[in-house]
């Protein structure tokens, strides 16, 4: 791609795929709001609206207790906003629209721990989201989790020729990334996947791991697992903790058993090593 072309290259990626350490205090933060190309696929280019120039936006991480200041800068040419899942106060929901060239600060304290997603809240909103206006907040217990190799798996919807239905699907921003380039983790230790789905004009999609069972904690509200089983159904914006433990070494298949997802990008692999 040319030099104005966001590709999301293995090391760019693994920002969006390794939650940052947890946080103790107040947080701040800025994030900017830029239309730009992006590549959601191997030699596919979408005119993107992004958080911070990539699909999904940054991972914000804190601790339940904490304060969040956020501000939203828009430098796109069209209205935006910034709306974060979760309890807060109203004042700060972030569903007023910032206008071309301006900008919002917001305060929060997020709460319950869990997983939330945030994102555009204009309408249409299939196609904010679905341009690239999406992106997940972790709120950590006050206790922490268990250690554990960590990562965010965000599901997104890529409409590429601007019909209003999404053509790919991927998994972190590129459709067919992790297809060939596998997770990576170590043989026995505790894995804990942060699982959201973004994508928009479905109704649901399932996350489905091969040769494998996992412990479900919807939503990442509990620190009891709610089921333990290989697929787990989310609708839109809904999201889950797995954890699991891999005991031999090798290869596992992950995919929505939605087949038009997992054929048009939404497949991929972990590595057991």
């Not at 920002?15 to 596919?44: D, F, H, K, N, Y």
């Not at 106060?89 to 900008?103: R, S, T």
């Not at 596998?182 to 973004?198: H, M």
């Not at 412990?215 to 697992?225: H, I, K």
Request: some cysteine; aromatic content about 8%; proline content about 9%.
């Amino acid at each position: 791609p040319g030099a104005d072309v966001l590709f999301a290259v293995p090391a760019a990626l693994d920002a969006l795929t390794i939650p940052p350490p947890m946080t103790r205090g107040a947080v701040s933060r800025t994030i900017t709001i830029t239309q730009r190309p992006v590549e959601v696929a191997q030699g596919v280019v979408m005119d993107g609206w992004t958080f911070d120039g990539t699909i999904p936006g940054p991972i914000l991480r804190v601790t339940e207790g904490e304060t969040l200041t956020l501000t939203v800068r828009n430098l796109t040419a069209h209205p935006h906003n910034l709306h974060t899942h979760g309890a807060h106060a109203p004042v700060q929901d972030g569903w007023e629209p910032i206008p071309p060239g301006g900008e919002r600060t917001y305060e929060i304290a997020p709460r319950p721990f869990g997983v939330y997603p945030y994102h555009c809240d204009l309408v249409p909103g299939a196609q904010h989201l679905g341009r690239g206006l999406h992106g997940l907040m972790l709120v950590d217990p006050p206790g922490g989790r268990a250690p554990a190799a960590e990562r965010v798996l965000v599901l997104g919807g890529y409409d590429v020729d601007g019909d209003g239905r999404s053509d790919l699907f991927g998994w972190n921003g590129v459709a067919g990334f992790f297809a060939r380039h596998p997770l990576k983790v170590r043989r026995g230790e505790l894995v804990r996947l942060y699982v959201a789905n973004l994508v928009v004009d479905e109704p649901v999609a399932t996350f489905h791991l091969h040769a494998n069972t996992f412990d479900v904690f919807r939503s990442g509200t509990r620190l009891v697992a709610d089921e333990h089983t290989d697929v787990v159904a989310l609708t839109v914006g809904e999201r889950a903790v797995l954890e699991m433990r891999f005991p031999e070494p090798g290869r596992v298949m992950f995919h929505p058993h939605q087949s038009r997802m997992a054929e048009q990008g939404a497949m991929g692999w972990i590595a057991i090593v």
